[in-house]
């Protein structure tokens, strides 16, 4: 009996973008087999998805009010796993406004990459597929096989089936993620704790 995983591996990612196109799969994606230019493109598509949905920040790949220093030169370099790194606070706190720049956090408004004390940042993270939760996993395999009909096969009406799976997909990982964050449109601070009116309280008086 093959016991199921609940998560997908960029093996079974690639296989089932191969399956949503009519193709066979593979039993590895390492080595010659990337010799085959559809492996190797599907492949490429699924990294690309895993990254671009990645930078839309989800509550599993962002962490937030983080204490960072700056190097010995007083420069934040960015690590290549960040895919968004802002100062926390930013929204109401106009005294400071990051960019990217070198590689490297640039102050737009002191016109420098120099910063001489300890800030709190805000980063979205690029996690392996294979960290991804497998919701967010699903959304990602969705648009890349969408992308791979539209690249590999041309074929109008799959390219449409297969952007209204990524929808219902892109659905479930936003209700996951809803679920997962614990959000709040009182914007409650990190580390606080709130207790709403419950009505069911009422009957136990």
């Known amino acids: 009996m093959t016991t199921q995983l609940a998560f997908d591996t960029e093996l079974s990612a690639v296989n089932s973008i191969l399956g ?42 962002k962490q937030y009010n983080l204490k960072k220093s700056p190097d010995s030169n007083g420069n934040f370099v960015i690590p290549t796993d960040y895919l968004r790194y802002d100062v926390h606070g930013g929204l109401y706190d106009k005294s400071m406004d990051v960019v990217r720049k070198n590689g490297k956090l640039f102050d737009n408004i002191k016109n420098t990459d120099v910063f001489t004390e300890d800030l709190y940042f805000d980063i979205t993270y690029l996690r392996d597929f294979e960290d991804v939760p497998p919701a967010i996993q699903r959304y990602i395999i969705s648009r890349a096989s969408a992308r791979a009909a539209t690249q590999i096969v041309s074929n109008p009406e799959l390219v449409e089936l297969l952007q209204q799976e990524e929808a219902r997909n892109r659905a479930t990982a936003l209700e996951y ?9 009182f914007g409650l601070p990190q580390e606080s704790s709130y207790a709403a009116y419950q009505p069911y309280k009422t009957l136990i008086r």
Do not use: M
């Not at 990337?34 to 989800?58: F, H, R």
């Not at 993620?177 to 449109?185: N, P």
């Open 177 to 185: 993620d809803c679920q997962q964050g614990d959000h709040s449109f």
């Open 20 to 61: 949503s196109i009519g193709q066979s799969p593979v039993t590895n994606i390492t080595g010659t087999s990337l010799n085959n230019p559809e492996i190797s493109l599907v492949k490429n598509l699924l990294l690309e998805a895993t990254k671009d949905i990645q930078n839309e920040g989800w509550h599993f790949n």
